[in-house]
T-cell receptor, first 112, second 115 residues
Framework: TQLLEQSPQFLSIQEGENLTVYCNSS?????LQWYRQEPGEGPVLLVT?????EVKKLKRLTFQFGDARKDSSLHITAAQPGDTGLYLC????????????FGQGTTLQVKP | EPEVTQTPSHQVTQMGQEVILRCVPI?????FYWYRQILGQKVEFLVS????????KSEIFDDQFSVERPDGSNFTLKIRSTKLEDSAMYFC?????????????FGPGTRLLVL
């Protein structure tokens, strides 16, 4: 069974601080997606990483896929209150049916 | 921008009743999915659907669950006899292709409460 462990589950920081969220597995994933989910809404895709070692940047957000494609990280530089939300990682399962396996999520609170 | 829509946004039902959750995927998409998220837990895959057939279903998706694409636009999830533990947020998703890293677009969800 493929599992994704996401950490930390909760993070409360001050505006301007940096943070990193981790997504780890013992399984290899063909790709990994990061989503952001607002209360009462569906997950919205932030980025997809496909190649081992790949780094993608989205403004102050940096996403990295591990060389072995078993782990990923999301780093936010100079966090702002608008970054507050739930961040989810999800990996493409090995079944090739489009099934996504989600981590537990990280709830981020950025205080002004 | 095209988006996945879901109705109703909220549904309250009595245990044992049938419910149908409706989704309108993005119009040119071919692959459809249902996920659910019990309060405080992770998003869980229920079923994937392509070419009018189920591609994969999870252990959660037992005989009480069924999916259908009754016409060219709707994709439905039916729960025949709801249980208390079916209370959750149900998300529909669709994708245009099914390659590695293909983006799945999620709807806003239906919050189902079984009493």
């Amino acid at each position: 069974t493929q599992l994704l462990e996401q950490s930390p589950q909760f993070l409360s920081i001050q505006e301007g601080e940096n943070l990193t969220v981790y997504c780890n597995s013992s399984s290899v994933f063909s790709s990994l997606q990061w989503y952001r989910q607002e209360p009462g809404e569906g997950p919205v895709l932030l980025v997809t990483v496909v190649t081992g070692g790949e780094v993608k940047k989205l403004k102050r957000l940096t996403f990295q896929f591990g060389d072995a494609r078993k782990d990923s990280s999301l780093h936010i530089t100079a966090a702002q209150p608008g970054d507050t939300g739930l961040y989810l990682c999800a990996g493409d399962s090995s079944s090739n049916t489009g099934k996504l396996i989600f981590g537990q999520g990280t709830t981020l609170q950025v205080k002004p | 921008e095209p988006e996945v829509t879901q109705t109703p946004s909220h549904q309250v039902t009595q245990m044992g009743q049938e419910v149908i959750l409706r989704c309108v995927p993005i119009s040119n998409h071919l692959y459809f999915y249902w996920y659910r998220q019990i309060l405080g837990q992770k998003v869980e895959f229920l079923v994937s659907f392509y070419n009018n057939e189920i591609s994969e279903k999870s252990e959660i998706f037992d005989d009480q669950f069924s999916v259908e694409r009754p016409d060219g636009s709707n994709f439905t999830l039916k729960i025949r006899s709801t249980k208390l533990e079916d209370s959750a947020m149900y998300f529909c998703a669709s994708s245009g292709l099914r390659g590695v890293g293909e983006t799945q677009y999620f709807g806003p969800g239906t919050r189902l409460l079984v009493l």
